[in-house]
Nanobody, 117 residues
Framework: QVQLVESGGGLVQAGGSLRLSCAAS????????MGWYRQAPGNQRVLVAT???????TYSNSVKGRFTISRDNAKNTVYLQMNSLKAEDTSVYYC???????????WGQGTQVTVSS
């Protein structure tokens, strides 16, 4: 079992910044990718950004140029630097970890990000 602990959410004004962190622990054997998703009330959970063990990143179009994902492989930790925040970024943000051989996916408990306009 993999445990993910997220931190860094909160309330910020539009145009501000926040940094989310997610530390993985437990049965970690081969992390292939780590990422962030978000889910607003009444909506599906959607991809925000992912990063592979080799450092390849993917971003949703809505955050490209404003958010930066990074990771510390030694600490099994992934970060999401969010700049130029907009009201529409308000969501619960979830961290996830994908492991390979065998494949498994774990989710964090979520952290609330609220952007006031």
């Amino acid at each position: 079992q993999v445990q993910l602990v997220e931190s860094g959410g909160g309330l910020v004004q539009a145009g501000g910044s926040l940094r989310l962190s997610c530390a993985a622990s437990g049965n970690i054997f081969s992390i292939a990718a780590m990422g962030w998703y978000r889910q607003a009330p009444g909506n599906q959970r959607v991809l925000v950004a992912t990063i592979t063990s080799g450092g390849i990143t993917t971003y949703s179009n809505s955050v490209k140029g404003r958010f930066t994902i990074s990771r510390d492989n030694a600490k099994n930790t992934v970060y999401l630097q969010m700049n130029s925040l907009k009201a529409e970024d308000t969501s619960v943000y979830y961290c996830n970890v994908d492991q390979a051989n065998p494949y498994s996916r774990a989710w964090g408990q979520g952290t609330q990000v609220t952007v006031s306009s």
